[in-house]
Structures are given as structure tokens and as C-alpha cells.
């Protein structure tokens, strides 16, 4: 119940393409959804985040959409660019009961030039 | 620079052996996790202290063990190393127990041999 499932494991996209990453959750108590981003021989970087009184929420190119119907939240990532090629991590957390902040197992994004 | 900062970059030891990673969060943030991160593999949430108390524990091996000081920094023990133990492990840190963002340092690189 305290997992994050996402998906895919790996992505390729031609640049100026739109990469999506999909985020699946079972615990409803979850209530705080981040995006980090890692490049290698970096620690993970905060993206974009979203609480699930929204359904959508958009910084520049990068967009999360939430359904909390569904428990699945994904990255939308318009106009991809080379320099966007990392890992991408979905997590959840919440504050009730035993606070726990858990990731996703990370999707490897390759942009191609 | 995410301001965390972990020493060593890079450990090898040889199984058995015992070890101690060290991490200094952000300036006043109370709140540091440690995870653990093999090849190919998501971030495993290890353990959460916040303000010196432990408050949350992931899957964190009996072997392994961590503590906050009264300056906040904070040091994970691996004790009995065995192979499977070589990883990337991370160290985060955040201003408050609730959900926020974390902010990642570059993480210690455990080499077992």
C-alpha cells in the first residue's frame, strides 16, 4: 500500500516531442506528489509538485495531471529538449499516520537531437 | 548546489567491514531522510529524523543504522557489509516534517568488495 508504481521504465523521444511518464498510488492518505529529476552523478532535483485539491498544474514546459478517481498522477513534458534527458522520478508522501515519503522506481528519458 | 553536503563521495570497503556515512543538511532544515539507491533501481527510503527523533523507518536492514545530532547532521552506520550492500546512498534534507521538498545531496557511492 505504500508503493508507488511508474511507468515506463525507459523512454525514448525525438526532440520536440512530448515525453509522458504515468504515476499510479493505493494509499489515499497520500497527499503531496513531487517530480525529481536526476542527471548521473547527481542527487534527484525537485521538478514540479502538486497537491490533489488541483487536477493540473503547469511550470514552463512541464506539466503534472492529477485523478485522484483514479490514484494516478503523470509528467508531461512539452517540446522535449536533449538537455531534458535524465531520470525522472515520481514520489507521494503524506503526514498521517507514519510519515513516509516514497519514490517511484524512475523512468530514464533519452531526448534525441 | 542543493546545499546538502555528504562525505565520503566514494567508500569501497571489503565485506564484513563496518562503515559511516556522513551528511550535513541545508542551513535550518530540521527533517533528513536517507535512501538508498542500487544500479538500476528506484530510491529506497531508508529512514526520516527530524529535529534529533527518529520518525520514520522504510526498509532499512538491522544491519544498518542512523541517528541526527543535536547540530543536525546526521550519519547512517552499515555494519557487516555484504555485497548486495554496494549502492549509491542518498542523503536529503527539508525544513519541516510535512511535505515539502527534499533537497538531495550527491550521495556516497558504497563499493563492497
Known amino acids: 500500500q505504500q508503493q508507488v508504481k511508474q511507468s515506463p521504465q525507459s523512454l525514448i523521444v525525438q526532440k520536440g516531442g512530448i515525453s509522458i511518464i504515468n504515476c499510479a498510488y493505493e494509499n489515499t492518505a497520500f497527499d503531496y506528489f513531487p517530480w525529481y529529476q536526476q542527471f548521473p552523478g547527481k542527487g534527484p532535483a525537485l521538478l514540479i509538485a502538486?497537491?490533489?485539491?488541483?487536477s493540473e498544474k503547469k511550470e514552463g514546459r512541464f506539466t503534472i495531471s492529477f485523478n485522484k478517481s483514479a490514484k494516478q498522477f503523470s509528467l508531461h513534458i512539452m517540446d522535449s529538449q536533449p538537455g531534458d534527458s535524465a531520470t525522472y522520478f515520481c514520489?507521494?508522501?503524506?503526514?498521517?499516520?507514519?510519515?513516509?515519503?516514497?519514490f517511484g522506481t524512475g523512468t530514464r528519458l533519452k531526448v534525441l537531437a | 548546489d542543493s546545499g546538502v553536503t555528504q562525505t565520503p563521495k566514494h567508500l569501497i570497503t571489503a565485506t564484513g567491514q563496518r562503515v559511516t556515512l556522513r551528511c550535513s543538511p541545508r542551513s535550518g532544515d530540521l527533517s533528513v531522510y536517507w535512501y538508498q539507491q542500487s544500479l538500476d533501481q528506484g530510491l529506497q527510503f531508508l529512514i526520516h529524523?527530524?529535529?534529533?527523533?527518529?520518525?520514520a523507518k522504510g526498509n532499512i536492514l538491522e544491519r544498518f543504522s542512523a541517528q541526527q545530532f543535536p547540530d543536525l547532521h546526521s550519519e547512517l552506520n552499515l555494519s557487516s557489509l555484504e555485497l548486495g550492500d554496494s549502492a549509491l546512498y542518498f542523503c536529503?534534507?527539508?525544513?519541516?516534517?510535512?511535505?515539502?521538498?527534499?533537497?538531495f545531496g550527491n550521495g556516497t557511492r558504497l563499493t563492497v568488495t
Open positions: 529524523y527530524y529535529n534529533g527523533e527518529e520518525r
Open positions: 536529503a534534507s527539508s525544513p519541516q516534517v510535512s511535505n515539502s521538498p527534499l533537497h
Open positions: 502538486i497537491r490533489p485539491d488541483v
Open positions: 514520489a507521494a508522501s503524506t503526514t498521517s499516520g507514519t510519515y513516509k515519503y516514497i
